[in-house]
């Protein structure tokens, strides 16, 4: 039996731990995402569910889905800084000429669009998460619920926020990132995990794409209706 | 038809190599891609030149012995097709060819387009057979084996070992081969008996050999002249875990 840090260091346990930790971080987009598309109805909900996930079993469930998701982040992108710096050592001398077949865009660039994605996601947590930058909009505003709580004003925060055109292309750029890595990160993870079954890998390398086009999308659509003015104060 | 070649020469080991152009005239397009090469060679010895060394044995396709990357694909830009079964008719009067050797740390360059593929055999070692008792072999129908199952154990055992995954992989990585050796005997009943232990150890021998990690382009398959399907690598993935997990590897 091998030792379990001789499993833990192989090529095929970073890739597994990158493809589970990737599928997590994917499920949390789609909740993620969810929440966001309550902008679409009005104020209130967006700003009620936002209330309803801080205080969730007394900021408990806050608290555990975050160091859930940071391990998951660490874990996914330590495992790609691995595998990506032995995958070059792999090939010390490269070919005066290649010609791909079948590797896309996508899959070829995911090392890039990946460490994009880290200085994205610091700094979408630094606007809306910590305040730190762009602080003129952050829920000063508040709002009362139905309820009759005074609550942050989330959905201002947002809006103000997604007014500026420069945030706006920011934010859209970045979700063509998210659409780039999950375009080739949703499929390839199920062939990771080894799943092998005739009818569902053609079904997997169909909608994994499909879905990344859905996400990127979803998520732009909150910026886009603001800065068009479908969405307003 | 007159061609002008690029050739990888590298003396040694331990030279540094560099591509090298040659022009060869009257090339008949019915010469295989290595016949070429035996024309472009005695052209060399006749001039006092040294050859270009390339592997070749068969020279009919299946015993995976010649394998160079011919304009940037292994094998060339044939499908299923293996650099003695390339034809000159593939390419037309006038073509630039660029000829290198495999490229990979675990393939290190002896000479020219030559590459020491002794990792291959040192990763069927660590359990690329099945252990059986000696003596009088028995009775090929002993063991029933379904047509399904016969088929995917061939279609993974068509691999000839000639290293082009590893070669058109952009990590270098030995994934499609390894898998395709734990497929074959992973879909028989002879197989089973050391399945866990052979999908660990040939795993872990991949990474000491210094092979990289599959991304999953799938640019293997591709180049595979047995066309043998990366599903095979999902299953090697999933026999690894579960190895991992039972604690048998």
Same mark, same amino acid.
């Given at each position: 039996?091998?030792?379990?840090?001789?499993?833990?260091?192989?090529?095929? /346990?970073?890739?597994?731990?990158?493809?589970?930790?990737?599928?997590?971080?994917?499920?949390?987009?789609?909740?993620?995402?969810?929440?966001?598309?309550?902008? /679409?109805?009005?104020?209130?909900?967006?700003?009620?569910?936002?209330?309803?996930?801080?205080?969730?079993?007394?900021?408990?469930?806050?608290?555990?889905?975050? &160091?859930?998701?940071?391990?998951? /982040?660490?874990?996914?992108?330590?495992?790609?800084?691995?595998?990506?710096?032995?995958?070059?050592?792999?090939?010390?001398?490269?070919?005066?000429?290649?010609?791909?077949?079948?590797?896309?865009?996508?899959?070829?660039?995911?090392?890039?669009?990946?460490?994009?994605?880290?200085?994205?996601?610091?700094?979408?947590?630094?606007?809306?998460?910590?305040?730190?930058?762009?602080?003129?909009?952050?829920?000063?505003?508040?709002?009362?619920?139905?309820?009759?709580?005074?609550?942050?004003?989330?959905?201002?925060?947002?809006?103000?926020?997604?007014?500026?055109?420069?945030?706006?292309?920011?934010?859209?750029?970045?979700?063509?990132?998210?659409?780039?890595?999950?375009?080739?990160?949703?499929?390839?993870?199920?062939?990771?995990?080894?799943?092998?079954?005739?009818?569902?890998?053609?079904?997997?390398?169909?909608?994994?794409?499909?879905?990344?086009?859905? &996400?990127?999308?979803? /998520?732009?659509?909150?910026?886009?209706? &603001?800065?068009?003015?479908?969405?307003?104060? | 038809?007159?061609?002008?070649?690029?050739?990888?020469?590298?003396?040694?080991?331990?030279?540094?190599?560099?591509?090298?152009?040659?022009?060869?005239?009257?090339?008949?397009?019915?010469?295989?891609?290595?016949?070429?090469?035996?024309?472009?060679?005695?052209?060399?010895?006749?001039?006092?030149?040294?050859?270009?060394?390339?592997?070749?044995?068969?020279?009919?396709?299946?015993?995976?012995?010649?394998?160079?990357?011919?304009?940037?694909?292994?094998?060339?830009?044939?499908?299923?097709?293996?650099?003695?079964?390339?034809?000159?008719?593939?390419?037309?009067?006038?073509?630039?060819?660029?000829?290198?050797?495999?490229?990979?740390?675990?393939?290190?360059?002896?000479?020219?387009?030559?590459?020491?593929?002794?990792?291959?055999?040192?990763?069927?070692?660590?359990?690329?057979?099945?252990?059986?008792?000696?003596?009088?072999?028995?009775?090929?129908?002993?063991?029933?084996?379904?047509?399904?199952?016969?088929?995917?154990?061939?279609?993974?055992?068509?691999?000839?070992?000639?290293?082009?995954?590893?070669?058109?992989?952009?990590?270098? =990585?030995?994934?499609?081969?390894?898998?395709?050796?734990?497929?074959?005997?992973?879909?028989?009943?002879?197989?089973?008996?050391?399945?866990?232990?052979?999908?660990?150890?040939?795993?872990?021998?991949?990474?000491?050999?210094?092979?990289?990690?599959?991304?999953?382009?799938?640019?293997?398959?591709?180049?595979?002249?047995?066309?043998?399907?990366?599903?095979?690598?999902?299953?090697?993935?999933?026999?690894?875990?579960? =190895?991992?997990?039972?604690?048998?590897?």
């Amino acid at each position: 039996m091998k030792a379990f840090g001789d499993i833990w260091r192989s090529n095929l /346990f970073q890739k597994w731990l990158m493809a589970i930790t990737g599928l997590f971080l994917v499920l949390f987009l789609l909740g993620h995402l969810s929440g966001n598309l309550l902008v /679409f109805l009005g104020q209130a909900h967006i700003n009620e569910y936002a209330h309803g996930l801080r205080t969730m079993g007394h900021g408990a469930v806050l608290w555990g889905a975050r &160091i859930g998701l940071l391990t998951f /982040f660490i874990l996914h992108v330590a495992s790609a800084i691995t595998l990506s710096r032995r995958n070059r050592q792999a090939r010390p001398q490269k070919y005066a000429r290649v010609e791909a077949r079948s590797s896309t865009l996508a899959s070829r660039t995911m090392l890039y669009s990946g460490l994009l994605l880290i200085t994205y996601v610091l700094y979408h947590l630094a606007h809306f998460t910590w305040g730190a930058v762009h602080a003129q909009h952050y829920a000063q505003a508040t709002f009362i619920l139905p309820s009759g709580e005074l609550v942050p004003d989330v959905y201002t925060m947002v809006v103000k926020s997604f007014s500026e055109p420069l945030i706006t292309v920011l934010y859209l750029l970045s979700m063509v990132m998210v659409g780039l890595h999950l375009n080739h990160a949703i499929a390839s993870a199920f062939q990771t995990l080894g799943v092998t079954n005739r009818r569902i890998v053609p079904l997997v390398r169909t909608i994994g794409p499909a879905l990344s086009i859905l &996400i990127a999308l979803g /998520f732009s659509a909150v910026p886009l209706a &603001i800065i068009l003015g479908l969405v307003k104060i | 038809m007159n061609l002008r070649l690029h050739i990888w020469r590298q003396a040694g080991p331990n030279d540094t190599g560099m591509l090298k152009t040659y022009d060869l005239a009257n090339v008949s397009e019915h010469m295989s891609f290595l016949e070429m090469l035996d024309v472009l060679n005695e052209e060399l010895i006749a001039k006092g030149e040294i050859p270009v060394a390339f592997d070749h044995d068969c020279r009919e396709g299946i015993c995976g012995t010649c394998g160079m990357v011919i304009n940037g694909r292994p094998h060339g830009p044939l499908a299923r097709t293996t650099a003695c079964q390339l034809h000159m008719r593939t390419f037309k009067d006038g073509d630039e060819i660029y000829i290198e050797p495999w490229r990979a740390k675990a393939f290190p360059v002896l000479r020219d387009l030559v590459v020491d593929r002794g990792s291959f055999d040192r990763i069927i070692q660590k359990g690329g057979f099945v252990s059986v008792n000696t003596g009088n072999a028995q009775d090929g129908n002993t063991i029933p084996i379904g047509k399904p199952d016969a088929d995917r154990a061939m279609d993974a055992a068509a691999c000839i070992g000639c290293g082009a995954c590893v070669a058109a992989c952009p990590n270098s =990585s030995a994934m499609l081969f390894t898998a395709a050796k734990i497929g074959h005997l992973a879909s028989l009943p002879q197989g089973q008996a050391e399945r866990s232990s052979r999908a660990m150890n040939m795993v872990l021998q991949m990474d000491t050999e210094g092979f990289g990690a599959c991304t999953n382009h799938y640019e293997c398959e591709a180049a595979c002249p047995k066309g043998i399907s990366a599903e095979f690598i999902a299953q090697m993935n999933r026999d690894f875990v579960a =190895s991992a997990l039972g604690g048998k590897g």
